[in-house]
């Protein structure tokens, strides 16, 4: 005797189906928040981390920066003290050839010659006097040339004026500037300065030259 099944199978697998495809997204959709939720936790740890870092770098530069400052500081304060210590050995070096200008001052001067002023700006020196005559004047330039602390000895204005109402007695007001001769050691002082000056600079070509990159060669032609 056949026997027929009156259950409603097809209600009942349809309902298993959709459990199961319920359970299934259920699933999928926890592992896909569970997901997101550790990308989000890892990113913001990374921003932390790097909002750390930016801190720790901020910090070091502004110590970085103070220091840049100080050493600025220091660097002006030995410019300073340097700049102090050449004036005072040029003071110290120049002192001795003061005395020996004021001395061959007075022993060039020939009789009838008077100075009214000297003045010294660096290593020029303006006469200005009166002298009983030109040839007086030109006396006083040939022994201030022949002086081993002057050179290049150079006539300025030389007037001739009269003394006396019947012009029988006459004067020449003069002035002329010389050159200082500079001291043995104000020359190697000088010399010195310079060949520093020159190795500076060819070292700053040098470092120029280093820091820019080589041209590039031209491409030769396909074979």
Not at 14 to 40: D, P, Q, W
Not at 162 to 167: E, I, L
Request: aromatic content about 6%.
């Amino acid at each position: 005797m056949a026997r027929i099944n009156l259950l409603p199978w097809r209600t009942i697998l349809r309902k298993e189906r959709e459990t199961r495809f319920a359970i299934h997204t259920a699933i999928a959709l926890s592992i896909t928040g569970m997901l997101f939720f550790g990308v989000y936790y890892y990113i913001n740890v990374l921003i932390e981390y790097q909002k750390q870092r930016n801190e720790l770098l901020n910090k070091e530069i502004k110590m970085a920066e103070k220091k840049i400052e100080e050493i600025k500081e220091i660097r002006k304060k030995h410019e300073s003290l340097t700049k102090r210590i050449e004036i005072i050995h040029q003071l110290q070096t120049s002192r001795p050839d003061i005395v020996h200008l004021f001395n061959d001052f007075a022993k060039k001067m020939p009789t009838g010659v008077f100075y009214k002023r000297i003045v010294q700006t660096e290593d020029k020196i303006a006469l200005e006097g009166i002298a009983q005559s030109s040839a007086r004047v030109s006396s006083l330039m040939r022994q201030l040339d022949e002086s081993p602390f002057f050179e290049k000895p150079n006539l300025g204005i030389i007037q001739t004026t009269s003394t006396a109402k019947d012009g029988s007695s006459k004067e020449s007001e003069f002035k002329l500037t010389i050159q200082q001769e500079k001291s043995k050691a104000e020359k190697e002082r000088l010399e010195k300065e310079k060949a520093e000056k020159e190795r500076a600079e060819k070292a700053k070509a040098a470092a120029a030259a280093a820091a820019t990159p080589p041209a590039a060669a031209a491409p030769g032609p396909k074979k």
